[in-house]
């Protein structure tokens, strides 16, 4: 999200076509590179090599209408933990603080493992309840992030 990002109203168009270049055309690329990534991807099930590799979408609708992938998990995240606007947003997380980026990049990357292979047609949710409970917090943050994060 741009910093001067806003709502409706105030922000400002040329700030809303950059996040949309940004967001949609991310994706694009994403997906046209990974289609050949993935094609290429050697498969061999005797060695535990999967079929293709996996897709891990970031956000719900494509596990909500499906893809024709073998393996598809959308992975919900929170707002980082960034400067910008951080009070407008801080009241709104049930966790009383913000995800690190690092506690996003270990849920994709289980998503990528083996580990997730039975898994399909799901949401995983790093979002410290976010998305299960939108509330405003009050008093100090109710877990600190792990040791090993920080």
Known sequence: MHPADDNALNTE????????????????????YAIIAMRNNPTDESKGLRVGGSIINTASFVA???????????????????????????????????????????????????????????DFKVDGGLSSCYVTATGEPALAPPASLV
């Open 13 to 32: 168009e040329r700030i809303w076509d950059l996040t949309m270049a940004v967001n949609l055309k991310g994706v694009w690329w994403g997906c046209k």
């Open 64 to 122: 909500i209408m499906g893809a024709a992938t073998p393996q598809l998990a959308s992975l919900l995240m929170d707002f980082l933990n960034t400067e910008e606007k951080r009070q407008r947003r801080m009241v709104h997380l049930p966790m009383g603080r913000f995800g690190e980026a690092i506690e996003v990049a270990k849920g994709a990357l289980f998503l990528a493992s083996d580990d997730s292979s039975y898994m399909t047609g799901t």
